[in-house]
């Protein structure tokens, strides 16, 4: 204890230090990210996403094939940046997409544009997936901070205490929920005679079921409160039933 209390000057200024150094280095890299996806976004991303989009929507054969060939062209791995897809896979998938695309000119059959048909719609699908992605990323909070930032300044605090009491349940809810899955897995050994201890206590679990019940009812509240927060969650509720609705209703047919 003597030695630790001798160096624990020196202690916290290399923990402070490491601290800062963390901090500082993750502020770095979030602002070389967010200026990565507004660049990958604004030259390739948006524009090949949408370009493929209408041409998937046209139902005209001739007018689609025109297009595709206009659009594998306008986006040669020879003309535009394909790194800014910011995916390996995606890269690749399109690489082979347009490869086989070429070889429909050689080699056309039925089977092979049932084939190549199938490999635009996946690759489609992930382009979509990395544009939304990327778009989240970047405006995730932006109906959050032009909220704010047009409100009082008191009505300003209480929306960001709201929201960082909404992260705080949430942290707390993992704990609560990571605690009882523990103890009922402890419970679960003791009973089938694997295990004598349990080394959560009945105490425990008791306390962990109240701050996960606490959790989810100031997540519930805080969830109501944050602005946009609301109409997505009802819209969310909303797409989920009609999904179902539709499953339900398709089965029956």
């Not at 150094?21 to 993750?26: E, F, M, S």
């Not at 005209?60 to 986006?75: A, G, I, P, Q």
Request: include cysteine; charged fraction near 20%.
């Amino acid at each position: 204890m003597s030695l630790i209390k001798d160096y624990l000057p020196v202690l916290a200024v290399i923990v402070g230090s490491s601290l800062a150094y963390l901090y500082g280095k993750r502020n770095n890299n979030l602002s070389n990210f967010n200026q990565q996806a507004k660049e990958n976004l604004k030259e390739l991303l948006e524009p090949m996403y949408y370009n493929l989009r209408d041409i998937i929507n046209i139902e005209d054969s001739y007018e689609r094939e025109y297009n595709l060939k206009v659009w594998f062209n306008k986006y040669s791995p020879y003309k535009v940046p394909l790194h800014k897809l910011a995916d390996k896979s995606l890269i690749e998938n399109f690489l082979n997409l347009r490869s086989q695309y070429k070889n429909l000119y050689t080699k056309t059959s039925m089977y092979q544009e049932e084939i190549f048909e199938r490999k635009l719609q996946h690759f489609y699908r992930n382009l979509e997936k990395q544009y939304w992605l990327t778009f989240n990323s970047i405006y995730q909070d932006y109906r959050w901070y032009n909220r704010i930032l047009n409100t009082h300044f008191t009505f300003r605090i209480i929306l960001e205490f709201t929201k960082n009491l909404k992260n705080f349940s949430q942290f707390l809810a993992f704990i609560s929920l990571s605690t009882l899955l523990l103890g009922s897995y402890f419970r679960l050994l003791k009973r089938i005679s694997l295990s004598d201890t349990n080394l959560i206590s009945t105490n425990l679990m008791s306390l962990a079921t109240s701050v996960l019940a606490l959790s989810i009812i100031f997540i519930t509240i805080c969830e109501l409160a944050i602005p946009g927060k609301p109409t997505t969650l009802v819209d969310r509720i909303t797409k989920k039933v009609s999904k179902i609705r539709k499953n339900i209703s398709v089965f029956f047919m």
